[in-house]
């Protein structure tokens, strides 16, 4: 099976930026779509933002004008673009790629913890 595996994450103040990337143990042809979710413990995972093949993207209310996600064509798997980070955006965050045929692939998660 297919194995996420999430980059980027670490430890900012409040106001910073983050860039996760996503890289796959092997190539995962087309996808209905891919996104990020995050999870704090003790709290459901949640999507953060997400984005079609066709090109249509979704985020989370409390994300929306602070992130951005976008794709890298050739890999098929996604980026997060966060900025002016708040201290309740601390969490797991976790690749998720949805194949054509239906498959969910996940990544192990990489932490983001932001300080005031």
């Known amino acids: 099976q297919v194995q996420l595996v999430e980059s980027g994450g670490g430890f900012v103040q409040a106001g910073g930026s983050l860039r996760l990337s996503c890289a796959a143990s092997r190539s995962i042809f087309g996808s209905i779509a891919m996104g990020w979710y995050r999870q704090a413990p003790g709290i459901a995972r949640e999507l953060v933002a997400q984005?079609?093949?066709?090109?249509?993207?979704n985020y989370a209310d409390s994300v929306k004008d602070r992130f951005t996600i976008s794709r890298d064509i050739a890999k098929n798997t996604p980026y997060l673009q966060m900025n002016s980070l708040k201290p309740e955006d601390t969490g797991v965050y976790y690749c998720?790629?949805?194949?054509?045929?239906?498959?969910?692939?996940w990544g192990q998660g990489t932490q983001v913890t932001v300080s005031s």
């Open positions: 998720n790629i949805r194949g054509v045929d239906g498959t969910n692939y």
């Open positions: 984005v079609t093949s066709g090109g249509s993207t």
